[in-house]
């Protein structure tokens, strides 16, 4: 078995479910929202590109390197649900018990919605309730402010820059050196994280437009 098997997680204002070719169509018009793939510091596929993109994905399940999700937004408010976007448990790591959340992306529509907190609240959740892990991981660009900002929101500490990290392939980014921002929780740090990110979702529900 698997140190990380196919699972649904479900909560409020988000479902994760296991990522399969039957989300192409969704996740196709999912990214349009915004054309977020024209985002020169990151890797979003284009819808041209979505299915081999969901292909790659499921590989690195097969090899059992990753578990990919399809990010579901429920119904609400007269929107039917749709198709939010992508995130994943990866670069798995089962002997040492340790996971990252990440390659993640929503639909604009969602972004700075409860969505993300409850997604990364449950992924954390189900990483170290069930999982039992010592260590959640998270990476993202230096210039990713945005995306900064949302892993610090949830408690995540910085562990370091990795300094010319990766070539950065977005044609955009003209061959241009990544330095990637490496954060983490730790398994001490989840009872407090878990507390903060229960008050956020409770913040954010009780807003005007939530």
Same mark, same amino acid.
């Given at each position: 078995?698997?140190?990380?098997?196919?699972?649904?997680?479900?909560?409020?204002?988000?479902?994760?479910?296991?990522?399969?070719?039957?989300?192409?169509?969704?996740?196709?018009?999912?990214?349009?929202?915004?054309?977020?793939?024209?985002?020169?510091?990151?890797?979003?596929?284009?819808?041209?590109?979505?299915?081999?993109?969901?292909?790659? &994905?499921?590989? +690195?399940?097969?090899? *059992?390197?990753? /578990?990919?999700? !399809?990010?579901?937004?429920? @119904?609400a408010g007269?929107?039917?649900?749709?198709?939010?976007?992508?995130?994943?448990?990866?670069?798995?790591?089962?002997?040492?018990?340790?996971?990252?959340?990440?390659?993640?992306?929503?639909?604009?529509?969602?972004? &700075?919605?409860? +969505?993300?907190t409850e *997604?990364?609240? /449950?992924?954390? !959740?189900?990483?170290?309730? @069930?999982?039992?892990?010592?260590?959640?991981?998270?990476?993202?660009?230096?210039?990713?402010?945005?995306?900064?900002?949302?892993?610090?929101?949830?408690?995540?500490?910085?562990?370091?820059?990795?300094?010319?990290?990766?070539?950065?392939?977005?044609?955009?980014?003209?061959?241009? /050196?990544?330095?990637?921002?490496?954060?983490?929780?730790?398994?001490?740090?989840?009872?407090?994280?878990?507390?903060?990110?229960?008050?956020?979702?409770?913040?954010?529900?009780?807003?005007?437009?939530?």
């Amino acid at each position: 078995m698997a140190f990380a098997e196919p699972l649904t997680l479900t909560g409020q204002h988000v479902r994760l479910e296991p990522l399969g070719q039957h989300h192409h169509d969704g996740l196709c018009e999912a990214v349009a929202d915004g054309a977020l793939w024209r985002l020169w510091y990151t890797a979003i596929p284009t819808p041209q590109g979505m299915a081999a993109e969901i292909e790659r &994905r499921l590989a +690195l399940q097969t090899s *059992a390197s990753m /578990l990919p999700f !399809a990010v579901i937004a429920p @119904a609400a408010g007269g929107r039917p649900e749709q198709v939010a976007g992508m995130t994943t448990y990866m670069n798995i790591d089962a002997a040492n018990r340790r996971v990252e959340i990440g390659s993640t992306w929503y639909r604009r529509a969602v972004q &700075r919605t409860p +969505l993300n907190t409850e *997604a990364k609240a /449950l992924l954390l !959740a189900h990483a170290f309730e @069930a999982l039992d892990c010592i260590a959640v991981e998270f990476r993202t660009h230096f210039f990713n402010h945005a995306s900064r900002r949302a892993i610090e929101r949830l408690g995540a500490k910085l562990d370091g820059v990795l300094r010319s990290h990766q070539i950065n392939r977005h044609p955009d980014a003209h061959g241009a /050196l990544r330095d990637t921002c490496c954060y983490s929780i730790i398994a001490s740090e989840w009872p407090s994280v878990r507390s903060h990110l229960a008050h956020q979702l409770s913040r954010m529900s009780e807003s005007p437009g939530h």
